[in-house]
């Protein structure tokens, strides 16, 4: 089961966007996680752009073909944590949910 | 509030057995499936397995199908994972989450699995 591929590492100032990809999304079953040093991971988006309460609208999803894509809008210094995507596989006989190798953020 | 908690890891020898035991509060257990995810040290994310919340439904990362087994008593708000047949490239935290459309919306603070000689 190949992990899905996310860039190692995404930067950004204050204020501005980034945008996160993650190739091998073959279903619409698509979930984002945000991991800071030490902490548990939080869900961000769920069914590649829902959001769960809580969560502020800087932070959308999409998916275009295989390619799942997460934007931090207007960048804070909280911001700055590790990103996961992960997306539930169809294979025959035992589906499975396979993670993204994470892309660190830094806020410059 | 939501919670989850593990239990039951610790060092192992390869080969070994081990069960995890995941205890929640704040929710209608038996309303909810059950994930368990695990992170290596200074690694990423991985799925392991899965149960649906009346327990007839479980999925399984392909590398641990036959060694882990997943189980739960909804009646004591109790989900447990089972690995035996336990290898070095298992040791990690075992985390348990909390079902929410395809995803994970509630996780617990982990147990850490060390399998070594």
């Known amino acids: 089961q190949s992990a899905l591929t996310q860039p190692p590492s995404a930067s950004g100032s204050p204020g501005q966007s980034v945008t996160l990809s993650c190739i091998g999304t073959g279903t619409h079953h698509v979930s984002w996680y945000q991991q800071h040093p030490g902490e548990v991971p939080r869900l961000l988006i769920y069914?590649?752009?829902k959001r769960p309460s809580g969560v502020p609208d800087r932070f959308s999803g999409s998916k275009s073909g295989n390619v799942a894509s997460l934007t931090i809008s207007g960048l804070q210094t909280d911001d700055e944590a590790d990103y996961y995507c992960c997306s539930y596989t169809f294979n025959t006989g035992n589906n499975y949910y396979v993670f993204g190798t994470g892309t660190k953020v830094t806020v410059l | 509030q939501v919670q989850l908690v593990e239990s039951g890891g610790g060092l192992v020898r390869p080969g070994g057995s081990l069960r995890l035991s995941c205890a929640t509060s704040g929710f209608i257990l038996s309303d909810f499936g059950i994930h368990w995810f695990r992170q290596a040290p200074g690694k990423g994310l991985e799925w392991v397995a899965y149960?649906?919340?009346?327990?007839?439904?479980?999925e399984y990362l392909p590398s641990v199908w036959g060694r882990f087994t997943v189980s739960r008593d909804n009646s004591k708000n109790m989900i447990y994972l089972h690995m035996s047949s336990l290898k070095p490239e298992d040791t990690a935290t075992y985390f348990c989450?909390?079902?929410?459309?395809?995803?994970?919306?509630?996780w617990g603070r982990g147990a850490l699995v060390t399998v070594s000689a």
């Open positions: 989450g909390k079902d929410y459309d395809y995803s994970s919306d509630q």
């Open positions: 149960i649906q919340h009346d327990g007839n439904l479980r």
């Open positions: 069914e590649i752009f």
